[in-house]
């Protein structure tokens, strides 16, 4: 991301906003262009008719008889007036409504579409996930706004300036001319306004962009955020980035304010100068009173016009700003383009791929040198595995393949063809790739399978699913292949998702098949039968497997050794063993001496005697027709237990927000402002300012009222001494405009900034005090929370800004101008206030129509803003598996309903605004015509009738605005209620509570007693039934058992991201549900099977372990532990070398070790180990395994594991069935039951070809 100060000041041109509009946009907005021009000049015709109606009743003076048929024929011209009004008002605000809602979702469609052609570097180092989700939740809204309705404003406005002027000139030039001096001075005042805005709205919408990657960070890994108690963590770093925000929020308040009322004041104070210099021209020019008066009332409708502009103006600023980064984003040429249909398509594909002095550096590391002159050649058809340590280049040879990168020298090649020679589409389309950390989208199974191929059947779907052993568990499911896996695939277990990850691969049917440690998450029965599958489709194709396990490759045609960039060795496995001092044997025997125990202790066991034993012999019938199946009861069972782990009731989120009580309207607008009581007198002072700057405009109206009769003043001497008067008054209007309006704008700007700040950090702390339970939803992904934190805030703010201060100052102006309409003629007023429930009921209308579409309109953008960010936070998935269009295509059709609720709208919006013109031009006509009967009649003045005239004229205008606000307080609505459902919340699990046991010191104990557990989506599927155990402190135990057969939910229950159903989980004897939280994960050390790191520095993501506050030589200790200092060190940057969006800039298992690194400086009582080690290659795993077994002497531990090998010398081992723990003890005392449980698996990890 750029820094501020670079990019903090850009924006683009205004007409580059509309770069995307189509044929129909262009019509729109001509058409809509010609209404505004009509509603606009609307204003300074009816200038016309007022200097007529002003000759009318001062020529009329001393003959009342001829007035009503004088005033009649003129007042008629307020009906044509306000006809043509109407239907120029319905063209604009309807045809700029509905374009600017169509250009902005082909903005929002663009910029997806662009972001996901990027080219991996890209997002490595000029953006991330949080980023994008809030440019596309928060800036596509300030850019819609800022080509939608209000350009057809400022048009209208910027018509009724020029037209006020012409109508001036022509009525009497040399008082306009006079009046056009003060126009540079209006210029240059909106200008420098416009361009310091600007400034700052763009540091703003940084600032916030900052504050979503936090977000996006933070939820995506909420439960790592969660063990290591980093809720306080998360909440102090957003309030940083929101404190930047809120900052130039300020600032940019305060110049609006200054800006706008110097803009009002040059306008007042020249009214000032025209009522002097007029007199002159009535006394030596032979100007009519009447002239004077309509050139001066055109100059008032034109300058006003420049005051109401300022919105728009501002509007503008911060839509050119936010447009800057996106456009940039939608016009930047990658330098590896997918869309690029350009490029060889070869009609057939060999399979050579060849690495020819390949020399490459990470565009975020470029310091660093991964390859030089790297040199690998792998025939077509054959298996060629890449072994190595971690962090050696392994993965960046894939990388290199599937051309996310190219390298700086050397070149690539497939069947001799430089790969930047090919389509990069037809390229992606040849290769299948399973990565080590299974990606999965938030959608169906059937779904993510489908992924693989475009138009793939439901039959070839399944059989994929069937390939990759993933059709038993999927089949047992309530939904079937239509279950939600959940926001990147948490409702899953990782054996589950890697398995839905592989029969992906297999259904795209790929020449190239790039395996990743593709089964490292996998159980040893699932294992065997998805490398069976693999082994199937591999057969004539390409494959390159990049394997830490030794085991698992040993049938490979080709083996090469990796080493600082280099291939050391390359050959089969048995002519690699030829050379005992070689780089490949040293790793075999690494491997050999890290499983020498579990080998020598397996080997007991006569593999025979514990498969004739252990498995009925009609199982061993079908196992014999079958690879795939085993038969054994237990086996059976243990799928039943996977069914348990992983149902999910897809219908079950609609009845979890039902616990979520919205709040009532009105009790939420109380809570808004009780939440902004603290700055009470502040808003006094705003709103005292406010209604100063609504009284203004009445205040003006009555003097010009006054003014009529100086003008028709026979004796000069009293024309002159009249008017010295009134101009030194509206000098006093003009000063009071320096005071008011900037005091309104800085004052409420400062509350809705406040305002916006504390509600994104209550909504962000309610957030991350969820229990876990809570991020099940759907509803709840990190993708949806962004998008809500962003536009909830930002239109709540709205309300307390604009909307706000425009209320009260409205407000003031109808009241004021009540008083003096009644205070001239209480009958004519109150004639023309019955007119006033007509103005009130259409806006009433309008805005009751649109309550409906609100709503709906906001959760349709967090669908389309969950389906972006899933697929920007897993753009290699994407690019890998051409999903680019695929992903587009699913976002627009989430926004199709929201873009045609906005359509309706503004048809909607249309009709109440064309209305309300008509009936605000009528009461002007029925005004003079009754005036002029009153006069007629002598009951009042014809200087009166203009006095209540000007007084419903402000008071109009002060309705008419607050119409307008009708469509931001319906968007305030649903976000109100959405905010406030966040807020009342109240966790079961409180990070936050300090309620609670914390005990002097914990020994270790752990029992689960008569557990039950359902997970709160998926109530449906029972996963324990009453487990017991117990675990001594400072023993090991391990828990072992079918992928999804709820081992990791031990570990989940043990951290309290959930609670058991019923049942007892007691550590040191005491129910953990009675323990400080806080206490408790303070004191267990969670290493999970995927790493989650932060964006940041290694150090801060060691230091993560205790809040930060971990000292440098604990920090290089942990690392030391962990075997990650060596790595780290020969980083250019060392320690403060940043890990990248979701530490991307590391290799799997360098991830794994700073992981486990932050375990170990944590210090825990207990640590919990969930395949800890199953992203280490055999050197790492061994050292690693070696500082575990060191650090959890003294600790209780308990290790979930899918390889037996691993945890052969732990005190305890628990085999987990069907909800429950069918045997315990250790290794040698479950081999001694050959037909147990354990002993069949030992049996099956022994005969697994994998291994």
Same mark, same amino acid.
């Given at each position: 991301?750029?820094?501020?100060?670079?990019?903090?000041?850009?924006s683009?041109?205004?007409?580059k906003?509309?770069?995307?509009?189509?044929g129909?946009d262009?019509?729109l907005?001509?058409?809509g262009?010609?209404?505004?021009?009509?509603?606009?000049?609307?204003?300074p015709l009816?200038?016309?008719?007022?200097?007529?109606?002003?000759?009318?009743?001062?020529?009329?003076a001393?003959?009342?008889?001829?007035?009503?048929?004088?005033?009649?024929?003129? %007042?008629?011209?307020?009906?044509y007036?306000?006809?043509?009004?109407a239907?120029a008002a319905l063209l604009?605000?309807?045809?700029?409504?509905?374009?600017g809602?169509?250009?902005?979702?082909r903005?929002r469609s663009?910029?997806?579409?662009?972001?996901?052609?990027?080219?991996?570097?890209?997002?490595?180092t000029?953006?991330?996930?949080?980023?994008?989700?809030?440019?596309?939740?928060?800036?596509?809204?300030?850019?819609?706004?800022?080509m939608?309705?209000?350009?057809?404003?400022?048009?209208?406005?910027? @018509?009724t300036?020029?037209?006020?002027?012409?109508?001036a000139f022509?009525?009497?030039?040399?008082l306009?001319?006079?009046?056009?001096?003060?126009?540079?001075?209006?210029?240059?005042?909106?200008?420098?306004?416009?361009?310091?805005?600007?400034?700052?709205a763009?540091?703003?919408?940084?600032a916030?962009?900052?504050?979503?990657?936090?977000v996006?960070?933070?939820?995506g890994?909420?439960?790592?955020?969660?063990?290591?108690?980093g809720?306080?963590?998360a909440?102090?770093?957003?309030?940083?980035?929101l404190?930047?925000?809120?900052?130039?929020?300020?600032?940019?308040?305060?110049?609006?304010g200054?800006?706008l009322?110097?803009?009002?004041?040059v306008v007042f104070?020249?009214?000032a100068?025209?009522?002097w210099?007029?007199?002159?021209?009535?006394?030596?020019?032979g100007?009519?009173?009447g002239?004077v008066?309509?050139?001066?009332?055109a100059?008032?409708?034109?300058?006003?016009s420049?005051?109401q502009?300022?919105?728009?103006?501002?509007a503008? /600023?911060?839509?050119?700003?936010?447009a800057c980064?996106?456009?940039?984003?939608?016009?930047?040429?990658?330098?590896?383009?997918?869309?690029?249909m350009?490029?060889?398509?070869?009609d057939?594909v060999?399979? =050579?791929?060849?690495?020819?002095?390949?020399?490459?550096?990470?565009?975020?590391r470029?310091?660093?040198a991964? *390859?030089?002159?790297?040199?690998?050649?792998?025939?077509?058809?054959?298996?060629?595995?890449l072994?190595?340590?971690s962090?050696s280049?392994?993965?960046?040879?894939?990388s290199?393949i599937?051309?996310?990168?190219?390298?700086?020298?050397?070149?690539v090649?497939?069947?001799?063809?430089?790969?930047?020679r090919?389509?990069?589409?037809?390229?992606?389309e040849?290769?299948?790739?399973?990565?080590?950390?299974?990606?999965?989208?938030?959608?169906?199974?059937?779904?993510?399978?489908?992924?693989?191929?475009d138009?793939a059947?439901d039959?070839?779907?399944?059989r994929?699913? /069937?390939?990759?052993n993933?059709?038993k568990?999927?089949d047992?499911?309530?939904?079937g292949?239509? @279950?939600?896996?959940?926001?990147?695939?948490?409702?899953?277990?990782g054996?589950?998702?890697?398995?839905?990850?592989?029969?992906?691969?297999i259904?795209?049917?790929?020449?190239?098949?790039?395996?990743d440690?593709?089964?490292?998450?996998l159980d /040893?029965?699932?294992?065997?039968?998805?490398?069976?599958?693999?082994?199937?489709?591999?057969?004539?194709?390409?494959?390159?497997?990049?394997?830490?396990?030794?085991?698992?490759?040993?049938?490979?045609n080709?083996?090469?050794?990796?080493?600082?960039g280099?291939?050391?060795?390359?050959?089969t496995?048995?002519?690699?063993?030829?050379?005992?001092?070689?780089?490949?044997?040293?790793?075999?025997?690494l491997?050999?001496q890290?499983?020498?125990?579990?080998?020598h202790?397996?080997?007991?066991?006569?593999?025979?005697?514990?498969?004739?034993?252990?498995?009925p012999?009609?199982?061993?019938?079908?196992?014999?027709?079958?690879?795939?199946?085993?038969?054994?009861?237990?086996?059976?069972?243990?799928?039943? +237990?996977?069914?348990?782990?992983?149902?999910?009731?897809?219908?079950?989120?609609?009845?979890?927000?039902?616990?979520?009580?919205?709040?009532?309207?009105?009790? %939420?607008?109380l809570?808004?402002a009780a939440?902004?009581?603290?700055? +009470?007198?502040?808003?006094v002072?705003?709103?005292?300012?406010?209604?100063?700057?609504g009284?203004?405009?009445p205040l003006?109206?009555?003097?010009?009222?006054n003014?009529?009769?100086?003008?028709f003043? @026979?004796?000069?001497?009293?024309?002159?001494k009249?008017v010295?008067?009134w101009?030194?008054i509206?000098t006093?209007?003009?000063?009071?405009?320096?005071?008011?309006?900037?005091?309104?704008? +800085?004052s409420?700007?400062?509350i809705?900034q406040r305002l916006?700040?504390?509600i994104r950090?209550?909504?962000?702390?309610?957030?991350?005090?969820?229990?876990?339970?809570?991020?099940d939803?759907?509803?709840?992904?990190?993708?949806?929370?962004?998008?809500?934190?962003?536009?909830?805030a930002?239109?709540?703010?709205?309300?307390v800004?604009?909307?706000?201060?425009?209320?009260?100052?409205?407000?003031?102006?109808?009241?004021?101008?009540?008083?003096?309409?009644?205070a001239?003629?209480?009958?004519?007023a109150?004639?023309?206030?019955?007119?006033v429930p007509?103005?009130?009921?259409?806006?009433?209308?309008?805005?009751?129509?649109?309550?409906?579409?609100?709503?709906n309109a906001?959760?349709t953008?967090?669908?389309?803003t969950?389906?972006?960010?899933?697929a920007?936070s897993?753009?290699?998935?994407?690019a890998?598996y051409?999903?680019?269009?695929?992903?587009?295509?699913?976002?627009?059709?989430?926004?199709e309903?929201t873009?045609?609720?906005?359509?309706?709208?503004?048809m909607?919006?249309g009709?109440?605004?064309?209305?309300?013109?008509?009936?605000?031009?009528?009461?002007y006509?029925?005004? *003079?015509?009754y005036?002029?009967?009153?006069?007629?009649?002598?009951?009042?003045t014809?200087?009166k009738?203009?006095?209540?005239?000007?007084?419903?004229?402000m008071?109009?205008?002060?309705?008419?605005? %607050?119409?307008?606000?009708?469509?931001?307080?319906?968007?305030?609505?649903?976000?109100?209620r959405?905010?406030?459902?966040t807020?009342?919340?109240?966790?079961?699990?409180d990070?936050?509570?300090?309620?609670?046991?914390?005990?002097?010191?914990?020994k270790?104990?752990?029992?689960?007693?008569?557990?039950?557990?359902?997970?709160?989506?998926?109530? =449906?599927?029972?996963?324990?039934?009453?487990?017991?155990?117990?675990?001594e402190?400072?023993?090991?135990?391990a828990?072992?058992?079918?992928?999804?057969?709820g081992?990791?939910?031990?570990?989940?229950?043990?951290e309290r991201?959930?609670?058991?159903?019923?049942?007892?989980i007691?550590?040191?004897?005491?129910n953990i549900k009675?323990?400080?939280l806080?206490?408790?994960?303070?004191?267990?050390?969670?290493?999970s099977?995927?790493?989650?790191?932060?964006?940041?520095?290694i150090?801060s993501?060691?230091?993560?372990?205790?809040?930060?506050?971990? %000292?440098?030589?604990?920090i290089?200790?942990?690392?030391?532990?962990?075997?990650?200092?060596?790595?780290i060190?020969?980083?250019?940057?060392g320690?403060?070398?940043?890990?990248?969006?979701?530490?991307?800039q590391?290799?799997?298992?360098?991830k794994?070790?700073?992981?486990?690194a932050?375990?170990?400086a944590?210090?825990?009582?207990?640590?919990?180990? =969930?395949?800890?080690?199953?992203?280490l290659?055999?050197?790492?795993?061994?050292?690693?395994?070696?500082?575990l077994?060191?650090i959890?002497?003294?600790? @209780?531990?308990?290790?979930?594991?899918h390889?037996?090998?691993?945890?052969v010398?732990?005190?305890?081992?628990?085999?987990v069935?069907?909800?429950?723990?069918v045997?315990?003890?250790?290794?040698?005392?479950?081999?001694?039951?050959?037909?147990?449980?354990?002993?069949s698996?030992?049996k099956l990890?022994?005969?697994?070809?994998?291994?």
């Amino acid at each position: 991301m750029d820094h501020p100060k670079k990019a903090g000041d850009r924006s683009v041109a205004f007409y580059k906003l509309f770069s995307f509009a189509d044929g129909l946009d262009l019509f729109l907005m001509l058409l809509g262009s010609f209404g505004a021009v009509g509603n606009g000049i609307a204003m300074p015709l009816m200038t016309i008719i007022f200097g007529q109606l002003t000759n009318a009743f001062g020529e009329s003076a001393g003959n009342t008889s001829q007035v009503v048929d004088t005033v009649s024929r003129v %007042a008629l011209r307020f009906l044509y007036l306000g006809c043509g009004s109407a239907i120029a008002a319905l063209l604009e605000l309807c045809c700029w409504m509905c374009t600017g809602e169509r250009q902005a979702a082909r903005i929002r469609s663009l910029y997806l579409k662009a972001i996901l052609r990027q080219d991996i570097p890209f997002f490595d180092t000029e953006t991330n996930t949080g980023e994008v989700m809030s440019r596309m939740s928060g800036d596509t809204i300030l850019i819609q706004e800022a080509m939608g309705e209000k350009v057809g404003k400022f048009i209208q406005l910027s @018509t009724t300036f020029l037209g006020g002027f012409v109508i001036a000139f022509v009525k009497g030039w040399r008082l306009a001319l006079v009046l056009l001096s003060v126009i540079p001075l209006l210029v240059a005042t909106g200008g420098a306004m416009a361009i310091l805005t600007s400034r700052m709205a763009t540091r703003g919408q940084m600032a916030y962009a900052e504050a979503g990657t936090l977000v996006e960070q933070i939820v995506g890994g909420i439960k790592t955020v969660a063990s290591f108690g980093g809720e306080k963590q998360a909440v102090d770093k957003y309030d940083k980035a929101l404190d930047k925000a809120y900052r130039a929020g300020v600032r940019q308040s305060v110049v609006a304010g200054a800006g706008l009322g110097a803009l009002l004041c040059v306008v007042f104070g020249s009214y000032a100068f025209a009522l002097w210099y007029g007199s002159k021209l009535i006394l030596h020019r032979g100007y009519t009173g009447g002239d004077v008066l309509n050139v001066i009332f055109a100059v008032l409708m034109g300058g006003s016009s420049l005051g109401q502009a300022s919105p728009c103006i501002s509007a503008f /600023a911060a839509g050119r700003a936010a447009a800057c980064k996106m456009f940039e984003a939608i016009h930047r040429k990658p330098s590896i383009d997918a869309s690029d249909m350009g490029g060889l398509t070869p009609d057939r594909v060999v399979g =050579d791929i060849e690495l020819r002095s390949v020399s490459f550096r990470y565009p975020a590391r470029p310091e660093v040198a991964v *390859f030089d002159n790297f040199s690998l050649a792998i025939p077509s058809g054959i298996t060629a595995a890449l072994v190595g340590e971690s962090g050696s280049g392994k993965s960046t040879v894939v990388s290199l393949i599937e051309r996310f990168y190219d390298p700086q020298a050397g070149a690539v090649l497939l069947d001799g063809i430089d790969v930047r020679r090919l389509q990069v589409k037809w390229l992606r389309e040849q290769i299948g790739l399973v990565s080590q950390e299974p990606v999965l989208f938030g959608a169906s199974i059937k779904d993510n399978i489908s992924y693989g191929k475009d138009g793939a059947t439901d039959e070839e779907i399944k059989r994929a699913a /069937a390939l990759a052993n993933a059709s038993k568990f999927i089949d047992k499911m309530p939904q079937g292949y239509s @279950t939600h896996v959940g926001d990147h695939g948490t409702q899953l277990s990782g054996g589950q998702k890697q398995r839905i990850a592989i029969a992906r691969a297999i259904l795209k049917n790929p020449r190239i098949l790039l395996l990743d440690e593709a089964t490292s998450a996998l159980d /040893a029965e699932s294992e065997r039968v998805v490398q069976d599958a693999l082994d199937g489709i591999m057969v004539h194709r390409t494959t390159v497997i990049v394997a830490h396990r030794l085991s698992t490759i040993k049938n490979a045609n080709c083996i090469a050794v990796v080493q600082r960039g280099n291939v050391v060795e390359k050959g089969t496995h048995s002519e690699l063993l030829q050379k005992p001092d070689g780089a490949y044997s040293q790793l075999v025997r690494l491997q050999e001496q890290h499983d020498e125990r579990s080998k020598h202790s397996l080997a007991k066991v006569d593999p025979d005697e514990v498969v004739e034993q252990s498995v009925p012999q009609r199982s061993l019938s079908r196992a014999s027709s079958s690879r795939g199946s085993f038969g054994s009861r237990l086996l059976r069972s243990f799928s039943a +237990a996977a069914r348990s782990a992983i149902e999910e009731n897809a219908n079950n989120n609609a009845n979890n927000k039902s616990e979520e009580e919205k709040p009532q309207l009105t009790q %939420a607008f109380l809570r808004l402002a009780a939440l902004n009581k603290p700055e +009470a007198p502040l808003a006094v002072a705003g709103g005292l300012a406010a209604a100063g700057h609504g009284v203004l405009f009445p205040l003006f109206g009555l003097l010009l009222s006054n003014m009529i009769g100086t003008f028709f003043e @026979t004796s000069r001497h009293k024309l002159r001494k009249d008017v010295d008067f009134w101009s030194a008054i509206f000098t006093a209007l003009a000063a009071a405009c320096l005071i008011v309006v900037p005091a309104q704008i +800085a004052s409420f700007g400062l509350i809705g900034q406040r305002l916006i700040r504390r509600i994104r950090r209550q909504s962000f702390g309610a957030v991350v005090r969820q229990d876990i339970g809570w991020f099940d939803d759907p509803s709840n992904s990190s993708g949806a929370i962004s998008a809500r934190l962003s536009t909830d805030a930002a239109y709540v703010r709205s309300l307390v800004g604009d909307s706000m201060s425009l209320a009260v100052q409205n407000v003031a102006t109808i009241v004021t101008g009540l008083i003096i309409a009644f205070a001239a003629n209480w009958t004519l007023a109150l004639l023309i206030l019955a007119l006033v429930p007509l103005l009130a009921l259409q806006g009433a209308t309008q805005t009751k129509m649109m309550t409906g579409f609100s709503k709906n309109a906001k959760e349709t953008y967090q669908d389309a803003t969950k389906v972006a960010n899933d697929a920007v936070s897993s753009i290699r998935t994407v690019a890998s598996y051409c999903m680019e269009q695929k992903m587009v295509r699913l976002y627009m059709q989430k926004c199709e309903v929201t873009s045609k609720s906005g359509i309706r709208n503004g048809m909607v919006s249309g009709a109440a605004l064309g209305f309300s013109n008509f009936v605000l031009y009528g009461s002007y006509a029925l005004s *003079f015509w009754y005036g002029a009967r009153l006069v007629e009649e002598g009951k009042t003045t014809f200087q009166k009738v203009f006095r209540v005239f000007f007084a419903i004229t402000m008071s109009a205008l002060g309705v008419s605005q %607050a119409v307008t606000l009708a469509p931001d307080l319906v968007k305030v609505k649903a976000s109100v209620r959405s905010i406030f459902a966040t807020l009342d919340r109240k966790s079961k699990i409180d990070p936050f509570n300090a309620e609670g046991k914390a005990l002097e010191g914990m020994k270790g104990d752990i029992e689960f007693r008569h557990v039950s557990f359902r997970y709160p989506s998926r109530p =449906d599927a029972q996963v324990f039934r009453d487990m017991c155990f117990s675990l001594e402190a400072g023993k090991t135990m391990a828990l072992v058992g079918e992928s999804g057969s709820g081992k990791s939910t031990v570990i989940a229950l043990l951290e309290r991201f959930y609670d058991p159903d019923s049942g007892e989980i007691l550590i040191d004897g005491i129910n953990i549900k009675t323990m400080s939280l806080r206490w408790l994960r303070q004191h267990i050390g969670l290493v999970s099977q995927e790493p989650i790191l932060f964006s940041g520095t290694i150090r801060s993501n060691i230091a993560y372990a205790r809040e930060g506050r971990v %000292a440098e030589e604990e920090i290089e200790a942990a690392a030391t532990t962990a075997n990650a200092h060596k790595f780290i060190s020969a980083l250019p940057d060392g320690y403060n070398t940043q890990v990248g969006d979701r530490g991307m800039q590391l290799s799997g298992g360098q991830k794994q070790r700073v992981a486990i690194a932050r375990a170990v400086a944590k210090e825990p009582r207990i640590l919990l180990l =969930d395949e800890a080690t199953s992203a280490l290659d055999a050197e790492s795993e061994s050292v690693v395994q070696e500082a575990l077994d060191r650090i959890m002497v003294g600790k @209780t531990t308990l290790i979930v594991a899918h390889r037996l090998s691993t945890i052969v010398g732990v005190d305890v081992i628990a085999v987990v069935n069907n909800g429950v723990i069918v045997e315990r003890g250790s290794h040698s005392q479950l081999m001694s039951k050959p037909n147990g449980a354990y002993a069949s698996l030992v049996k099956l990890h022994l005969s697994s070809p994998a291994k």
